[in-house]
């Protein structure tokens, strides 16, 4: 599985984020006067747009300059404030009649995915950026806020949609910084708030601190262990509080609450995380959630020597997934931890012959890396609902 080579640290990712919500500064130069902005040209591409020419209009974006593109939208950001401050009838008005700023939104964040998420580099690795586009739709989304009273719904899915799309694509800065510039507008926004505790737990997951050879074992090498250690361990606990934070905002988030679950069992707290399996496993309805929390529960009663009850869970799991090499292997080493041996190769059999006839990943697999399509679906869909 690719990993992204960008590396940002937590500074340079904030001024980042900062950056995006800073509306473009206007140069010295004038904007050639438009009586009813955007120009003809910009108006037709974004139409183009939100027709079924959309790639076509993606494409045809890159040849268009920065000092062009800045005069339409601050001739359209001009409008959008007279139309914000009047009552009643205003002439601006008619400008955002005829120009849709969801697709002209859409249109350059497809852009900015094309020409920033996942360039490949080598087999192994990817390289990812923020470019230019970005900071046209943080302009945009402060337009359409201006004019659109129903924009915060949209806009919350839309940057949801872009975290998730960025993680896909294995930019996991980049997704960070997404779902932070959209928090910046939406603080309480519980499925935004999930993604990023499950960005921040990929970054975590895939933060390694190696331990000092005990050749170089002196003073200052132990040093550098504990503050790395110290380091990780602080990441950890961030991520512990997103996911409470998701769950403030929204109590019926399971997938938050079983991944806080997962977070406190790694900062070595097992019945906090014990308790939150069990309530995920009261309360969803999600077979793959479920799945995962009878493993992870399994999991907390094998550690504390409990080693029927955690058969019982890896049970549990394996009639949700039939399939499953995860749940198969538990309930084999619970079993032979209890002294069963007869009972753990039984199992490891028939878990070794289910796994030839499974179909699809086993989420239990994909977990550390949340690996989905869902932020190009969303993406897709928003597009979808603006062709007229």
Not at 110 to 116: G, L, N, T
Not at 232 to 259: I, K, P, Q, Y
Request: one cysteine or more; aromatic letters at 6%; charged letters at 25%.
């Amino acid at each position: 599985m690719p990993v992204p080579s960008s590396k940002i640290c937590g500074s340079a990712l904030l001024a980042l984020t900062a950056a995006l919500l800073v509306p473009a500064v206007a140069s010295a130069a004038q904007c050639p006067p438009v009586r009813v902005p955007p120009s003809p040209e910009y108006l037709k591409l974004v139409t183009r747009y939100a027709s079924n020419e959309h790639a076509e209009a993606v494409l045809a974006l890159k040849g268009w300059s920065g000092e062009r593109l800045r005069c339409d939208l601050d001739n359209l950001h001009a409008a959008a404030v007279a139309v914000s401050r009047c009552r009643g009838k205003c002439e601006d008005r008619v400008v955002f009649e005829r120009f849709q700023v969801r697709a002209a939104l859409l249109l350059h964040a497809e852009r900015e995915i094309m020409e920033q998420f996942g360039v490949p580099v080598t087999e192994q690795s990817v390289t990812c950026s923020t470019g230019p586009q970005a900071q046209t739709v943080e302009r945009l989304a402060t337009i359409l806020l201006l004019v659109d009273p129903e924009a915060k719904a949209f806009l919350s899915r839309f940057y949801l949609a872009m975290t998730r799309r960025a993680q896909w694509s294995h930019c996991i800065p980049e997704a960070e910084q997404w779902a932070r510039t959209g928090l910046k507008r939406f603080p309480k926004d519980g499925p935004l708030l999930m993604t990023l505790g499950i960005v921040l737990e990929t970054t975590a997951f895939l933060t390694l601190v190696p331990a000092p050879r005990a050749a170089t074992l002196g003073p200052q090498a132990v040093r550098q262990f504990e503050a790395q250690t110290a380091k990780l361990g602080a990441l950890w606990e961030r991520v512990r509080r997103t996911f409470e934070e998701a769950l403030a905002a929204d109590r019926n988030l399971h997938e938050a609450r079983l991944r806080l679950g997962r977070v406190l069992w790694r900062l070595d707290r097992p019945e906090p995380a014990r308790a939150a399996f069990e309530e995920v496993i009261s309360k969803s309805g999600d077979n793959v959630v479920l799945y995962l929390a009878h493993l992870f529960l399994g999991r907390i009663h094998e550690d504390q020597n409990r080693l029927a009850e955690a058969e019982k869970e890896y049970q549990a799991a394996l009639a949700l997934r039939p399939f499953s090499e995860a749940a198969a292997v538990a309930i084999s080493h619970a079993r032979l931890m209890m002294g069963d041996t007869a009972g753990a190769r039984e199992a490891m059999d028939q878990g070794l012959e289910q796994v030839r006839l499974r179909v699809g990943a086993d989420p239990y697999k994909n977990y550390p890396m949340s690996h989905t399509r869902e932020g190009q679906t969303d993406l897709d869909a928003l597009r979808k609902a603006l062709i007229r």
